[in-house]
């Protein structure tokens, strides 16, 4: 049994269960708990229990404070996180940011595969208290499929300029450029769609004055959403674009015209370009950067 040389070995005040197993060290920190419980919680103590069961030899660490099963490369708490969760103790507060990175951490490193459902149900349900690039950079390190598209979505609203380089560098080279190119592409769309009107290709039997409604339907449209989309301190997303472009006067375009041309607006072709594009980049970032950790069924 080693600790640091200032601070000396001793039992945790709560998981430390006199009529338990096995006992466990994690920095000075002695835990001592039921092999069954961490097995049925974790492929990896499960494997590492029965292998001992399988071979019939006497398990020599763990038996004594004097010889605790070591476990590298977890903190206190990291470990307490887990504990906390598999004897159902109750928290006093939500989790933070850095102890649900570190929990998952633990639940890669552990195979607790149902454990690891509870910590992203957490991240999902806390997910705008983390970066987007914290989130894109958890799904690809933990291999978390669900992660990713939000957070992703989330970033190519946002302008990329505000970026730092460690948020760059959680996003990694390939997801970076795959943002570039989709807000570069988006942007392109959005100045298309800001000056190129939906053409008025069929009046409404009420409408007076076919030229002047349409040249006022053009000229509102540049003044208006074209404004709007394309303002460059505030550009407002397509739907909020539309809400306030709705209650501007048109001029000469009729009533029966207006109404009909919101209606084909409305139907959202070009609107709907954006979300599937970045919903069909989304996909192919998942594909080529996450395979599925869950064990099978």
Not at 7 to 12: A, S, V, Y
Not at 14 to 35: R, T
Not at 74 to 100: C, I, K, N, Q
Request: aromatic share 12%; net charge negative; with cysteine.
């Amino acid at each position: 049994m080693q600790g640091s040389p200032t601070t000396p070995i001793q039992r945790h005040p709560i998981y430390y269960f006199a009529n338990a197993s096995h006992v466990f060290q994690v920095d000075n920190m002695l835990y001592k708990l039921c092999g069954s419980v961490l097995s049925l919680n974790s492929q990896v103590f499960n494997d590492m229990f029965g292998a001992t069961e399988i071979s019939g030899h006497k398990e020599l660490d763990g038996n004594s404070d004097e010889r605790p099963i070591l476990l590298d490369g977890t903190s206190r708490e990291m470990f307490e996180l887990f504990l906390e969760h598999t004897f159902g103790r109750a928290r006093s507060g939500p989790y933070t940011v850095d102890e649900l990175s570190s929990f998952l951490h633990f639940c890669d490193m552990y195979q607790c595969f149902h454990t690891r459902h509870f910590v992203i149900a957490r991240i999902q349900s806390s997910s705008y208290h983390f970066h987007p690039a914290q989130l894109i950079n958890l799904a690809i390190k933990y291999h978390t499929s669900a992660l990713f598209p939000p957070a992703f979505k989330r970033l190519a609203g946002a302008p990329i300029l505000q970026l730092t380089a460690q948020q760059r560098g959680l996003l990694g080279n390939t997801v970076f450029t795959n943002l570039v190119y989709v807000q570069a592409a988006l942007d392109q769309h959005r100045r298309t769609v800001a000056t190129e009107e939906p053409k008025i290709l069929m009046h409404a039997s009420s409408c007076q004055d076919p030229l002047g409604c349409e040249e006022d339907w053009h000229a509102i449209w540049w003044n208006g959403m074209g404004r709007f989309l394309l303002d460059g301190r505030n550009p407002q997303p397509y739907g909020e674009a539309l809400k306030r472009f709705k209650v501007l006067e048109f001029g000469r375009v009729s009533g029966g015209c207006k109404e009909l041309m919101f209606r084909i607006i409305e139907q959202g072709a070009a609107f709907n370009h954006v979300n599937g594009f970045i919903e069909e980049t989304c996909n192919s970032l998942v594909e080529q950067l996450i395979f599925d950790r869950s064990p099978p069924a």
